[in-house]
Nanobody, 135 residues
Framework: QVQLEESGGGSVQAGGSLRLSCAAS????????MAWFRQAPGKEREGVAT???????TYAESAKGRFTVSKDNAKSTLYLQMNSLKPEDTAMYYC?????????????????????????????WGRGTQVTVSP
């Protein structure tokens, strides 16, 4: 059973930075998608960034140029470095994972899940970490 635990959230002023971490355990599959999603009050959960087992990354338009997703396989940890934070980045941030066929990873299909509705592709979720950005 996969377990994911996020950390690193907090309150910052606009323009500040945070680095989120997601510690993973029980990941037994070698071909997978991992992702960061966020959900603000009253809004749907939206994709922020994805990374697959090949290391390919995809970003939502709102995250491009400001956020960087990475993973440390030795530590089984997923990261999200967030710079130039804006008040509209305020949300609960979740990490997610799912096994994926090698052919899907090779074709970049993990990146497709950053689009609307992509959360449904993931079957393992953390409990989230709150990020609050003040003006």
């Amino acid at each position: 059973q996969v377990q994911l635990e996020e950390s690193g959230g907090g309150s910052v002023q606009a323009g500040g930075s945070l680095r989120l971490s997601c510690a993973a355990s029980g990941l037994t599959y070698s071909s997978y998608c991992m992702a960061w999603f966020r959900q603000a009050p009253g809004k749907e959960r939206e994709g922020v960034a994805t990374i697959d087992s090949d290391g390919s990354t995809t970003y939502a338009e709102s995250a491009k140029g400001r956020f960087t997703v990475s993973k440390d396989n030795a530590k089984s940890t997923l990261y999200l470095q967030m710079n130039s934070l804006k008040p509209e980045d305020t949300a609960m941030y979740y990490c997610a994972s799912t096994a994926a066929p090698p052919w899907a990873v090779a074709r970049g299909h993990c990146g497709d899940t950053v689009a609307t509705g992509g959360a449904g592709a993931y079957n393992s979720w953390g409990r989230g970490t709150q990020v609050t950005v003040s003006p």
